[in-house]
């Protein structure tokens, strides 16, 4: 099973839809999350750190579940400039070493 | 305030050949990174680099070196290039606040 785990899509969503990704993670003691996202032939940057109480910026909800390990992003009144890859990433405690989804592609059409 | 540059940006390399490439931060970061990038592979770690001075590797080390130069600059080198070698590579750097990774803006290698 891979340590982290994404749906890799892609999501084809109309202009103004709400859209969720999930991400799924196999190591418990996992302690920092975080949603990149990738344009095409660009670098990741960071979206947004995920933290225990869920955290939102702007049209962007991110929340974790230690429970079930996983993590969601959820984007509202998706915009065309939202069309990316959203990469998953989760860091264990102690570790210099962040572990990457293959990331989920979203493409948002007129 | 540049964040993290990388060079080349591009470059074409025979099977056997050597190159390094470079990165720098200027955020006094303390952890550096090179990944690869592969279509349906995501971000795999080559090496990193926890502080000045030490180098760990990653997940596909074979094939590379790295040095850390100093604190802002950490080189990869491919000593004999290969085919299965061709890939975007990234490099990234990431202070003490949570681990939060900034890029590179990629370097864009094909073996032939």
């Known amino acids: ?110 | 305030n540049a964040g993290v540059t990388q060079t080349p940006k591009f470059q074409v390399l025979k099977t056997g050949q050597s190159m390094t490439l470079q990165c720098a931060q200027d955020m006094n970061h303390n952890s550096m990174y090179w990944y690869r990038q592969d279509p349906g592979m995501g971000l795999r770690l080559i090496y990193y680099s926890a502080s000045e001075g030490t180098t760990d590797k990653g997940e596909v080390p074979n094939g590379y070196n790295v040095s850390r130069l100093n604190k802002r600059e950490f080189s990869l080198r491919l000593e004999s290039a290969a085919p299965s070698q061709t890939s975007v590579y990234f490099c990234a750097s990431s202070g003490a606040r949570r681990n939060e990774q900034f890029f590179g803006p990629g370097t864009r290698l094909t073996v032939l």
């Not at chain 1, 990704?21 to 999350?33: L, M, P, V």
């Not at chain 1, 993590?71 to 890859?85: E, F, G, M, V, Y």
């Open chain 1, 1 to 110: 099973r891979k340590e982290v785990e994404q749906d890799p899509g892609p999501f084809n969503v109309p202009e103004g839809a709400t859209v969720a990704f999930n991400c799924t993670y196999s190591n418990s003691a996992s302690q920092s999350f975080f949603w990149y996202r990738q344009d095409c032939r660009k670098e990741p940057k960071l979206l947004m750190s995920v933290y225990s109480s869920g955290n939102e910026d702007g049209r962007f909800t991110a929340q974790l579940n230690r429970a079930s390990q996983y993590i969601s992003l959820l984007i509202r009144d998706s915009k065309l400039s939202d069309s990316a890859t959203y990469l998953c990433v989760v860091l264990s405690g102690g570790s210099y070493i962040p572990t990457f989804g293959r990331g989920t592609s979203l493409i948002v059409h007129p």
